[in-house]
């Protein structure tokens, strides 16, 4: 299931690009927003949920998932040194598996670690800073998988994973009524609102849709994207 | 009958393994790139040895190096190795080692943990003193500590075969493996080769340089257009080569007076006049060659311009199927 051979090579393959650089830049926004939204309001209003939903579990993690997820196995597609990996009888699912954990481990660094800061920046160590924190992770881990699932199935990954998170999760997802349950943010939200117990968060979901929905999506996605790298076809030239 | 029919493997039918028992098969496969036909309707079967896929740039080679490495899924008929489809069946690596031809490896890593990986890869007992042998045998050793990014491209391609040869397996496939390497570093992959065919590994390179092929290869698929052209020993393969009809492009003072001084020589088949001069058809390069100038001088005849308009590989291997 999770090589850690695979795993090695990614982190590497990962940290060896200046591309690394862009993953500190929307937890450094967040990080500062938080800092400066409680010089100019303090503790008292309700804007750390605002901020920490929308700006954290909405923007943060998807974006930073982004980053990592086709960072993770796009780049190697790109550069066809993916051909080494695969020139192997490693099972083409535990690759994808090896390479969405790697891509949700960084991510949570990257992004679900910073919404905790943020949280405890705004609020000090309380629950919504929790709540917001497990449900940062849980996008993680989905968009992860979600993101090396369309790396493995198109060319030029981070183009439909921008179009997926800008047209899907920004957009449909909060004009049509039963998109929310498609919407990996809901997830996260429905879980941070369940462990918080915050209105502020705008979450449509409780706790058990979420769980359930994510796990569905965690296994169509690495099933897929395993079927896809199992069938890799070299470009012609 | 095509010069081909004549002395080697007509195409269309099965071009055999040479010694021992087949471990590859192509049976009649055919790959599409969309509305481009990369390979058409090849059988062959390949046994232990070295093995030379010759042929122009575009011809199909790396094309047929996918299909068989499982990166690639005929369009139709069928690829075997040791009885396997490659298509879908990672566990085809077990047997099969491959050097891509794209200079693109973890450049971020050095020889050593690249070809380390690759054992990790392939699950083997031992996989640190399987990177050591196959490092040994590239010659890798002394600068295996250094960033794959630092080396020269033979360097990183000794580095990519050895990470291919880390498992041992049966079947070696390379894509063009002597690009960017030097002269020494040529011969001693040859050499390697040469060895790994002699053990009884079947060893498949493609190239598009006729001399490398004829250096190291048992005997030759030569590949045109997706095309099969001709399949056997290299020695038949490059006489026909050398016995085609070059074609010269002359300007003199007096194309019609060169033209019949020309026809007379033996090493000369045909002269046509042109509007530009004349297009002469020799059956001997070297005596044409030599003999020229020495016609022309005694005929009185001042030469402006020679132009051998047919010296590109491309043209050897269109005249090799005939076309």
């Given amino acids: 299931m999770y090589n850690s051979t695979v795993a090695w090579i990614t982190f590497r393959a990962l940290f060896g690009r200046k591309r690394a650089l862009l993953f500190v830049l929307p937890a450094l926004v967040l990080i500062l927003l938080t800092l400066a939204l409680k010089g100019a309001h303090g503790t008292l209003a309700d804007w750390p949920a605002l901020v920490l939903g929308r700006v954290g579990v909405g923007a943060v993690v998807p974006l930073t998932a982004l980053l990592v997820g086709t960072s993770v196995l796009g780049s190697e597609i790109d550069d066809n040194s993916v051909l080494h990996l695969l020139a192997t009888p490693v099972p083409r699912r535990d690759v994808i598996i090896s390479k969405c954990i790697v891509s949700a481990l960084v991510t949570t660094l990257f992004a679900a670690v910073p919404v905790l800061v943020a949280g405890i920046i ?68 429905g879980l941070a609102h369940s462990i918080s117990g915050d209105n502020n968060l705008g979450s449509h979901l409780t706790m058990t849709p979420s769980l359930v929905l994510a796990v569905i999506a965690v296994v169509v996605t690495v099933f897929y994207a395993s079927e896809r790298l199992s069938a890799f076809t070299v470009r012609a030239d | ?46 046994g232990p040895g070295v093995t030379g896929l010759l042929g122009p740039n575009g011809a199909g080679k790396s094309t047929i190096l996918h299909l068989l490495s499982g990166f690639l899924n005929p369009s139709r008929g069928s690829v075997t190795i040791a009885g396997v489809g490659p298509w879908r069946h990672p566990d085809v690596f077990r047997t099969v080692g491959l050097v891509p031809e794209r200079d693109s490896v973890y450049a971020f890593l050095t020889a050593r943990e690249f070809v380390t990986a690759s054992a990790k890869l392939h699950g083997l007992p031992d996989p640190k003193a399987a990177a050591e042998r196959a490092l040994e045998l590239v010659e890798m050793t002394p600068a295996a500590d250094r960033a794959i990014q630092t080396y020269s ?41 040469r060895g790994l065919g002699a053990e009884g590994r079947t060893i498949l390179f493609s190239s598009h340089i006729l001399e490398e092929v004829e250096k190291l290869a048992d005997t030759v698929q030569v590949v045109v257009a997706g095309r099969l052209a001709a399949s056997g020993d290299y020695r038949t393969i490059r006489r026909l080569m050398t016995t085609r009809p070059h074609v010269f492009l002359l300007r003199s003072t007096d194309n019609r007076a060169l033209a019949g001084v020309l026809i007379k020589s033996a090493a000369v088949q045909g002269v046509e006049l042109t509007k530009d001069g004349l297009e002469v058809h020799a059956s001997d390069h070297g005596t044409f060659t030599r003999e020229l100038a020495k016609v022309s001088r005694a005929a009185g005849i001042g030469l402006r311009e020679v132009v051998p308009s047919d010296e590109s590989l491309e043209s050897v291997f269109a005249y090799l199927v005939g076309s």
């Fill in chain 2, 1 to 46: 009958m095509s010069a081909i029919e004549q002395t080697a493997a007509p195409v269309g039918d099965t071009a055999t393994a040479p010694d021992g028992p087949a471990i590859v098969r192509f049976d009649h496969v055919t790959h599409w790139y969309g509305n481009v036909v990369a390979v058409n309707d090849i059988s062959l079967e390949l």
């Fill in chain 2, 153 to 193: 491209k033979g360097m990183r391609q000794r580095a990519k075969v050895a990470a291919a040869l880390v498992h041992d397996p049966k079947v070696l496939l390379l894509d063009e493996p002597f690009n960017g390497m030097d002269p020494r570093q040529r011969m001693h992959m040859m050499d390697l080769l």
């Fill in chain 1, 122 to 189: 705004a609020q000090g160590p309380h629950s919504l800073a929790f709540g917001c924190f497990l449900g940062a992770v849980l996008g993680s881990i989905v968009y992860s998988c979600v993101f090396v699932f369309i790396s493995a199935a198109l060319r030029h990954p981070v183009i439909y994973s921008l179009a997926y998170v800008a047209l899907w999760e920004e957009l449909i997802s909060t004009l049509v009524g039963g998109a929310k349950y498609l919407s990996v943010e809901q997830w996260s939200l």
